[in-house]
């Protein structure tokens, strides 16, 4: 659970970063990176809240 909620943040930091540099540069491509880290972490953190369900439930 500690690894995951690590890679959750670091992603999190990713995408902040990437539309910092985006808000910098106004190149396109940082924005486009920005969008698909979040959409990973996003993913991320539906599957940690989801295996904090099935361990309540289970």
Known sequence: MLLLRFVLVLLLIGSGACFAAYALTRQTRYLRWGWAV????LLAAC???????LERVL
């Open 38 to 41: 979040l959409k990973v972490a």
């Open 47 to 53: 599957g940690f809240f989801g295996i904090l369900v």
